[in-house]
């Protein structure tokens, strides 16, 4: 395969990322789940999930720059967040065009402003920790492949 683009990098960077915090959140929830059924479904999502994973790891060799592993707990947590601010304006903007009703609307607007300062003040704390290097793509990738390794390593 050839060497990927910035752009597809990045759409590795995201896949990478939720994927493996998806995976560390299964792992550390799947003991709580009283349901057999139930439990059933996350031990299957779990080896879906680390499949996935395993398959697109490979990739990262084509990204325009190289990998490293190293631990960073924080990088997780504030990626956790990071993502979850993201993913909340991802869907209050879906909403926004989906819904009908005006007060609604309205409500999401409202949601969708203080969901995009949330994520602010979560990149600004990352930035200020070095945990995020927004401008460095080969950082970024270096802490996906890191986050994935400890996903992929973690026990449950």
């Not at 995201?14 to 009283?34: D, G, H, P, Y």
Request: glycine share 2%; aromatic share 10%; hydrophobic share 40%.
């Amino acid at each position: 395969m050839n060497q990927l683009a910035w752009h597809e990098s990045l759409e590795l960077h995201e896949l990478l990322t939720f994927q493996a915090n998806c995976l560390i959140q299964l792992k550390m929830s799947v003991r709580k789940v009283i349901d057999h059924e139930l439990h059933d479904l996350y031990l299957y999502s779990i080896k879906l999930v680390e499949k996935n994973l395993k398959d697109l790891l490979p990739y990262t060799a084509n990204t325009p720059n190289e990998y490293s592993r190293r631990r960073n707990e924080p990088h997780f947590f504030a990626g956790d967040l990071l993502g979850a601010a993201k993913t909340s304006i991802k869907m209050y903007a879906s909403a926004i065009a989906e819904t009908t009703p005006s007060e609604l609307r309205s409500v999401f607007h409202r949601h969708l402003n203080i969901v995009i300062s949330w994520h602010s003040r979560i990149f600004e704390y990352m930035n200020n920790n070095s945990l995020y290097p927004a401008l460095n793509l080969q950082k970024i990738l270096e802490k996906d492949a890191q986050n994935v390794q400890n996903a992929l390593l973690m026990k449950y």
